[in-house]
């Protein structure tokens, strides 16, 4: 079975609609496919229209990836299988969202102050919904600072970066909750792209473990051989299932295109198995 639980539409930081998201997923010959936009489900609903009236062969598993808090710092979660009108769920988009913008204003006042004009204007021009650093990202490209994505975080509002604003996402244990709530399967993504030092990252996945979580992210573009062995111990010992996806945001990423992420060892147990008799 081709799956692949993890990407984005416009609703987030995604650049294709859902209509183009499902159409490259059925041509990349998908059998499954999650829309996991970050703090948002505003494209699914869409998504599904447009995969039945084509009558593509894709299936599409409901999904969100939350921003949240850990002892360790920021992380993401990926709602797997949700059920997109739980209230509950709803309620903490809603807030999600908002906080988001507020941490964009917080943004453009501090740009402001090192004589940065117009990154809000560009953000609520250009902004779908859910707004995220990539846009502040692309902002700064299209106001000449800076030549790409990459730049941008690295001079302005990366870890490093010259701008931060503290935002403080819903601690990691709501998230969980939130997800599980709405029928789904927690999962903790990119384990390995958090910047931390490896002993933090082993007791993360422990503590993502003991707040519940269902699964890890095992495969995903870039991921070395070495450190999948290194998560495979963590997965086995903390007792999580596997799951994996590309994280796809837009295409002419050659490494990163739908679909694309190391293969899971079989014998792994994996989020399939838990959510395969729930698909229609
Ligand atoms: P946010 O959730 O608003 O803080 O935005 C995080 C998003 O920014 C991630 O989901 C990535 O898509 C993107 N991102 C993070 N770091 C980088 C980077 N160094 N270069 C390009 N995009 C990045
Ligand atoms: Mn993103
Ligand atoms: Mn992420
Ligand atoms: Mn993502």
């Known amino acids: 079975m081709r799956y692949d639980f993890h990407s984005h539409t416009h609703y987030s930081d995604g650049v294709l609609s859902p209509e183009q998201l499902v159409v490259r997923a059925e041509k990349m010959g998908l059998d499954l496919l999650a829309i996991s936009d970050h703090d948002s489900i505003s494209g699914i609903e869409q998504a599904r229209a447009y995969v039945k009236s084509n009558n593509f062969k894709l299936k599409l598993v409901d999904a969100i990836e939350l921003s949240a808090q850990s002892d360790f710092g920021e992380i993401h979660i990926v709602g797997l299988n949700i059920d997109i009108n739980s209230t509950h769920l709803l309620s903490l988009i809603a807030e999600q969202q908002d906080k988001r913008w507020q941490r964009a204003r917080a943004f453009e006042?501090?740009?402001?102050?090192?004589?940065?004009?117009?990154?809000?204007?560009?953000?609520?021009?250009?902004?779908?919904?859910?707004?995220?650093?990539?846009?502040?990202?692309?902002?700064?490209?299209?106001?000449?600072?800076?030549?790409?994505?990459?730049?941008?975080?690295?001079?302005?509002?990366?870890?490093?970066?010259?701008?931060?604003?503290?935002?403080?996402?819903?601690?990691?244990?709501?998230?969980?909750?939130?997800?599980?709530?709405?029928?789904?399967?927690?999962?903790?993504?990119?384990?390995?792209?958090?910047?931390?030092?490896?002993r933090k990252l082993g007791?993360?996945?422990?503590?993502?473990?003991?707040?519940?979580?269902?699964?890890?992210?095992?495969?995903?573009p870039s991921i070395t051989p070495d450190k999948r062995g290194w998560l495979e111990v963590q997965r086995n010992k903390n007792d999580l299932l596997a799951s994996g996806g590309s994280d796809f945001h837009y295409p002419n990423l050659k490494w990163s295109d739908l679909g694309r992420f190391p293969a899971i060892d079989k014998n792994i147990p994996h989020v399939l198995d838990r959510i395969k008799n729930r698909l229609q």
Not at 181 to 191: E, F, M, N, R, W
């Open 109 to 198: 006042t501090k740009f402001q102050k090192i004589n940065i004009d117009g990154v809000l204007s560009e953000l609520e021009t250009n902004c779908k919904q859910v707004v995220t650093r990539s846009h502040i990202a692309r902002a700064l490209v299209s106001l000449g600072l800076v030549k790409d994505n990459n730049q941008a975080f690295k001079k302005y509002i990366g870890k490093k970066g010259r701008v931060k604003v503290a935002t403080d996402w819903i601690p990691m244990e709501q998230a969980i909750n939130a997800i599980q709530t709405a029928g789904g399967l927690a999962i903790l993504a990119h384990p390995t792209r958090y910047p931390m030092s490896v």
């Open 203 to 220: 007791y993360l996945i422990e503590e993502f473990k003991i707040a519940n979580g269902d699964a890890i992210e095992l495969a995903y």
